[in-house]
């Protein structure tokens, strides 16, 4: 099994940063890509970027250009650099696993992101 622990989530200002990790634990040599999503009240749950072992990313249009993916396979670890963020970024962010069959292997708890106008 695999176990994923977000963390970086806060309060911050339009136009600030925050950085998100998502760090596994278990299992994690069944991980393949990992990725990012994000929930808002009232909303389903979407993508906003994921990252393949190899390091092949994929953005969500709102997200392209305002916010980086990254891993250090080393650690076991994925990361959400978000710039200039807007009060409509407000959610809950997770990290997801994923198996090289293609199947998510884990979610994690979330990690909420607030952006104040």
């Known amino acids: 099994q695999v176990q994923l622990v977000e963390s970086g989530g806060g309060l911050v200002q339009a136009g600030g940063s925050l950085r998100l990790s998502c760090a596994a634990s278990?299992?994690?040599?069944?991980?393949?890509?990992m990725g990012w999503y994000r929930q808002a009240p009232g909303k389903e749950r979407e993508l906003v970027a994921t990252i393949a072992s190899i390091g092949n990313t994929r953005y969500s249009d709102s997200a392209k250009g305002r916010f980086t993916i990254s891993r250090d396979n080393a650690k076991a670890t994925v990361y959400l650099q978000m710039n200039s963020l807007k009060p409509e970024d407000t959610a809950v962010y997770y990290c997801?696993?994923?198996?090289?069959?293609?199947?998510?292997?884990?979610w994690g708890q979330g990690t909420q992101v607030t952006v104040s106008s």
């Open positions: 278990g299992s994690t040599f069944s991980i393949n890509a």
């Open positions: 997801n696993a994923v198996s090289g069959l293609g199947s998510i292997v884990s």
